[in-house]
């Protein structure tokens, strides 16, 4: 097997600003060269209850270029150790949108979570923008899935062999979901 490298795009550049909250705290930054989010710190110090969300200030507000969104992403860490994540994940803001960036944080968790200022809490993921048009018609193409959604597809797998693969590094790639029959 062959290991093909794809030259990465070419970064672009987002304007950040500051804010007085944000004094002393990192800016946005990739935690490893691999890494495809910068992770954002708190700008303030908070508990959030179990069942709640706050709206956690940055400290920064951003010029993103037009043509692009910045998405909020939630830390898998966090969601999984804590029960701590995004809501309206991912979050989108706006290349228009100059004000101060806000992580959405809900505690999904049973106990209280303490934010402290300077804490890791998301990361920022940048992607390019497709807009679209509507062109409105009477009536839309037939499909094999037709309207079927959520779950119409099924959640069971065709039938798994146990005894294979028990390092559990199998491949996904042959898997054919069943449709429910409920």
Do not use: W
Not at 21 to 40: E, F, H, R, T
């Amino acid at each position: 097997m062959s290991s093909m490298r794809v030259a990465p795009a070419t970064p672009i550049e987002i304007r950040i600003q500051r804010l007085p909250n944000g004094g002393g705290l990192p800016l946005p930054a990739y935690a490893s060269d691999g890494a495809a989010g910068m992770d954002v710190v708190a700008a303030e110090s908070l508990t959030i209850r179990p069942g709640t969300r706050h709206a956690v200030a940055t400290g920064f507000a951003m010029a993103i270029p037009p043509g692009y969104e910045v998405q909020v992403r939630p830390r898998s860490g966090l969601a999984l150790k804590h029960g701590i994540t995004c809501l309206n994940t991912p979050g989108t803001i706006d290349s228009d949108y100059r004000g101060e960036v806000k992580v959405i944080l809900a505690n999904l968790g049973e106990d209280n979570f303490e934010i402290k200022r300077g804490d890791r809490i998301a990361q920022l993921v940048p992607a390019p923008v497709q807009r679209a048009n509507f062109a409105e018609v009477a009536t839309l193409d037939e499909t094999a899935r037709g309207a079927g959604g959520f779950g119409s597809t099924g959640v069971e797998s065709e039938p798994v062999d146990e005894t294979a693969d028990a390092a559990g590094l199998a491949s996904l790639s042959g898997i054919k979901t069943r449709r429910s029959t409920d």
